[in-house]
């Protein structure tokens, strides 16, 4: 009877999922195999959709593979993600320690958290085009409240200057992300189990040594998954340096995804370029994921075994 | 006794001094760009120019609105409609699918239930913006660019809320409540409608605001679908304050930056327990 049941209704999960199946096949499986094979075609100029197979299959990405830009683009992706992910992961980790703590109990933390996420919530185009008014020449109210605090003495154009440039981009993303990346680690650490931390408190452990020792150990896979979405956002980053300086000065903030845009939308409408230039991405990120997860998992693998016993010991000794 | 230990765990004063001192910091950084457009959305042109950094209001927020919109390019309305229908349409299509994909996948025993699982699981990180260019291609030749449906409709498939509305439902739906509304002869789409949605509520809401959030924001898919001044969304309508008609007028620039962010401001503050909760509940289910 109860078989026959289970049997009787299976055919209702198929129903129920069928409409994400028909999406996911006709909205993201086919725009991907599609963009897989204009990267093989000749497809390009402006509302053009037929197409030739190349005679050289694989010369679209070998053109985007050589293309100077490319590799400028590429170039500063990874530098803007870098300079902007370094910070963004420290400071999230204070605040995280700080916010967690049993020793600090800061006040007014709930406010805190809103501010510092705010930012994260607000239109990426909305705050590139704010940044770029914020740090415009010769009067600007970045400019302005350097003179005034006397941390310099006329005022600096941050928009021609190509270091300043891919920095202010960087600050950007860091701005818009460290409230995200706090919040997500302050999880993290609320959902450890509280009693290894009373057992540190009982060690005798200082508040450095609980956090290196037992929270950052611990918050792993957080870290992992913070991450590997980091990664993910920072290689797509579009809304920032396009809107910021489209990709200037001197293509010193062209990112990756500006460029394929500027390839497939603009100028001769290159979609074939831009469609190899996409699938260079997808491998790319593949790529960096699952290197990012892989490493993660040996070094874990390593030290699993070491931080259990240590924690069985931990506990035995707390029993006691 | 205990006390005394207690006192000596505490953190000391000067570092507390210290984080009051960074947090404050950090909260001022966060505010300032806000603070600094909102004020200037109220100063003329001249007054930006004079002195850009400023936290008195003035009066030019309506002469700055006339400038703003006296160009007939920048129409804040009309872009405030079209992003309500575009992130409207993909909240309810992504929610509501999303949810009965996950009940699909959690209520029924079916035989590919696992693999499409996997599946779900896999295809959950493949970035959308990757494939955009097939994406505007496939979308050209059915001739649905400068048409809200290939804005929408792709949220039916949300691969990331099947997953968070699939742990959701796991431990907190009670099937036996499905099981005698079966008993009940209701059919088991209406069970889901009327019984089990009520039931997960909580978490649509949750999963609601951001992806309301993200579609509002979206930039790049629309940019390239909607070529119509007509039908372009608020991140769009941004783009354009960065044209030369408004090089010269800051003060009516800081008010269209304000405008397009206005909604949000109110969203956020109305809601931000629940959106900092959902965060949080993210991560720790991701």
Same mark, same amino acid.
């Given at each position: 009877?109860?078989?026959?049941?289970?049997?009787?209704?299976?055919?209702?999960?198929?129903?129920?999922?069928?409409?994400?199946?028909?999406?996911?096949?006709?909205?993201?499986?086919?725009?991907?195999?599609?963009?897989?094979?204009?990267?093989?075609?000749?497809?390009?100029?402006?509302?053009?959709?037929?197409?030739?197979?190349?005679?050289?299959?694989?010369?679209?990405?070998?053109?985007?593979?050589?293309?100077?830009?490319?590799?400028?683009?590429?170039?500063?992706?990874? %530098?803007?993600?870098?300079?902007?992910?370094?910070?963004?992961?420290?400071?999230?980790?204070?605040?995280?320690?700080?916010?967690?703590?049993? *020793?600090?109990?800061? *006040?007014?933390?709930?406010?805190?958290?809103?501010?510092?996420?705010?930012?994260?919530?607000?239109?990426?185009?909305?705050?590139?085009?704010?940044?770029?008014?914020?740090?415009?020449?010769? %009067?600007?109210?970045?400019?302005?409240?350097?003179?005034?605090?006397?941390?310099?003495?006329?005022?600096?154009?941050?928009?021609?200057?190509?270091?300043?440039?891919?920095?202010?981009?960087?600050?950007?993303?860091?701005?818009?992300?460290?409230?995200?990346?706090?919040?997500?680690?302050?999880?993290?650490?609320?959902?450890?189990?509280?009693?290894?931390?009373?057992?540190?408190?009982?060690?005798?452990?200082?508040?450095?040594?609980?956090?290196?020792?037992?929270?950052?150990?611990?918050?792993?896979?957080?870290?992992?998954?913070?991450?590997?979405?980091?990664?993910?956002?920072?290689?797509?980053?579009?809304?920032?340096?396009?809107?910021?300086?489209?990709?200037?000065?001197?293509?010193?903030?062209?990112?990756?995804?500006?460029?394929?845009?500027?390839?497939?939308?603009?100028?001769?409408?290159?979609?074939?370029?831009?469609?190899?230039?996409?699938?260079?991405?997808?491998?790319?990120?593949?790529?960096?994921?699952?290197?990012?997860?892989?490493?993660?998992?040996?070094?874990?693998?390593?030290?699993?075994?070491?931080?259990?016993?240590?924690?069985?010991?931990?506990?035995?000794?707390?029993?006691? | 006794?205990?006390?005394?230990?207690?006192?000596?765990?505490?953190?000391?004063?000067?570092?507390?001094?210290?984080?009051?001192?960074?947090?404050?910091?950090?909260?001022?950084?966060?505010?300032?760009?806000?603070?600094?457009?909102?004020?200037?959305?109220?100063?003329?042109?001249?007054?930006? /120019?004079?002195?850009?950094?400023?936290?008195?209001?003035?009066?030019?927020?309506?002469?700055?609105?006339?400038?703003?919109?006296?160009?007939?390019?920048?129409?804040?309305?009309? @872009?405030?409609? &079209?992003?309500?229908?575009?992130?409207?349409?993909?909240?309810?299509?992504?929610?509501?699918?999303?949810?009965?994909?996950?009940?699909?996948?959690?209520?029924? /025993?079916?035989?590919?239930? &696992?693999?499409?699982?996997?599946?779900?699981?896999?295809?959950?990180?493949?970035?959308?913006?990757?494939?955009?260019?097939?994406?505007? /291609?496939?979308?050209?030749?059915?001739?649905?660019?400068? &048409?809200?449906?290939?804005?929408?409709?792709?949220?039916?498939?949300?691969?990331?809320?099947?997953?968070?509305?699939?742990?959701?439902?796991?431990?907190?739906?009670?099937?036996?409540?499905?099981?005698?509304?079966?008993?009940?002869?209701?059919?088991?789409?209406?069970?889901?409608? /009327?019984?089990?949605?009520?039931?997960?509520?909580?978490?649509?809401?949750?999963? @609601?605001?951001?992806?309301?959030?993200?579609?509002?924001?979206?930039?790049?898919?629309?940019?390239?679908?909607?070529?119509?001044?007509?039908?372009?969304?608020?991140?769009?309508?941004?783009?354009?304050?960065?044209?030369?008609?408004?090089?010269?007028?800051? @003060?009516?620039?800081?008010?269209?930056?304000?405008?397009?962010?206005?909604?949000?401001?109110?969203?956020?503050?109305?809601?931000?327990?629940?959106?900092?909760?959902?965060?949080?509940?993210? @991560?720790?289910?991701?």
């Amino acid at each position: 009877m109860e078989k026959r049941k289970t049997f009787s209704y299976a055919k209702y999960g198929y129903l129920f999922s069928l409409p994400f199946i028909l999406a996911y096949v006709i909205f993201h499986l086919y725009p991907t195999l599609y963009t897989m094979i204009i990267g093989f075609t000749d497809l390009k100029g402006l509302g053009k959709t037929s197409f030739k197979f190349l005679s050289d299959p694989f010369l679209n990405f070998k053109a985007i593979l050589t293309s100077e830009l490319f590799r400028t683009a590429l170039k500063n992706t990874v %530098t803007i993600w870098i300079i902007n992910f370094i910070p963004q992961i420290i400071f999230a980790l204070l605040f995280t320690a700080w916010f967690t703590s049993p *020793r600090c109990k800061l *006040r007014g933390q709930g406010f805190f958290k809103v501010v510092f996420y705010m930012p994260n919530i607000m239109t990426a185009a909305t705050i590139a085009v704010l940044f770029q008014a914020l740090f415009s020449y010769p %009067t600007s109210p970045a400019n302005d409240l350097l003179m005034k605090l006397g941390l310099i003495q006329a005022p600096f154009n941050f928009q021609v200057d190509k270091l300043s440039a891919k920095l202010v981009v960087a600050f950007i993303q860091f701005w818009m992300w460290y409230g995200y990346t706090m919040i997500i680690l302050i999880s993290g650490v609320l959902g450890i189990n509280p009693e290894i931390f009373e057992a540190a408190e009982i060690d005798g452990c200082s508040g450095a040594q609980t956090f290196f020792k037992i929270t950052l150990p611990c918050l792993r896979t957080i870290i992992l998954y913070v991450l590997i979405t980091a990664l993910i956002g920072g290689l797509t980053m579009y809304d920032i340096p396009r809107l910021y300086l489209n990709g200037g000065p001197d293509n010193a903030t062209l990112t990756t995804n500006v460029f394929i845009y500027n390839q497939a939308f603009s100028g001769s409408y290159l979609y074939n370029r831009a469609a190899a230039a996409s699938m260079i991405m997808f491998i790319l990120i593949g790529i960096s994921s699952v290197f990012v997860f892989r490493m993660y998992r040996e070094k874990d693998l390593k030290k699993t075994d070491r931080r259990r016993r240590h924690l069985a010991a931990k506990k035995e000794a707390v029993n006691e | 006794m205990s006390d005394s230990i207690r006192r000596v765990k505490r953190v000391s004063r000067p570092f507390i001094v210290l984080m009051y001192v960074v947090c404050i910091f950090f909260a001022i950084l966060s505010l300032l760009p806000f603070v600094i457009m909102v004020i200037n959305s109220t100063r003329s042109t001249y007054q930006v /120019q004079q002195h850009a950094l400023s936290f008195l209001p003035s009066k030019y927020l309506l002469s700055n609105l006339k400038i703003l919109t006296s160009k007939d390019t920048f129409h804040p309305i009309r @872009g405030f409609v &079209n992003s309500l229908i575009i992130s409207s349409g993909t909240t309810i299509c992504a929610v509501y699918f999303s949810t009965l994909t996950a009940y699909a996948l959690v209520a029924y /025993q079916w035989k590919l239930r &696992n693999a499409f699982f996997s599946l779900v699981l896999a295809v959950m990180m493949i970035p959308t913006q990757v494939t955009s260019i097939g994406f505007y /291609q496939m979308m050209y030749r059915v001739h649905m660019t400068n &048409n809200f449906l290939p804005l929408i409709l792709p949220a039916i498939a949300s691969p990331s809320m099947v997953f968070f509305m699939r742990q959701y439902m796991i431990p907190s739906l009670p099937l036996e409540i499905v099981e005698s509304a079966r008993v009940d002869g209701c059919h088991e789409f209406r069970t889901f409608n /009327q019984i089990v949605i009520p039931m997960v509520k909580p978490a649509m809401a949750t999963q @609601g605001i951001f992806c309301f959030v993200a579609s509002w924001n979206q930039l790049f898919l629309p940019q390239i679908l909607l070529t119509k001044k007509k039908l372009y969304t608020m991140p769009i309508m941004v783009s354009l304050l960065k044209g030369d008609i408004y090089k010269t007028e800051y @003060g009516a620039v800081y008010l269209g930056l304000a405008l397009t962010v206005l909604p949000l401001f109110i969203v956020y503050f109305l809601l931000s327990k629940y959106i900092i909760a959902g965060v949080a509940l993210g @991560g720790v289910k991701g």
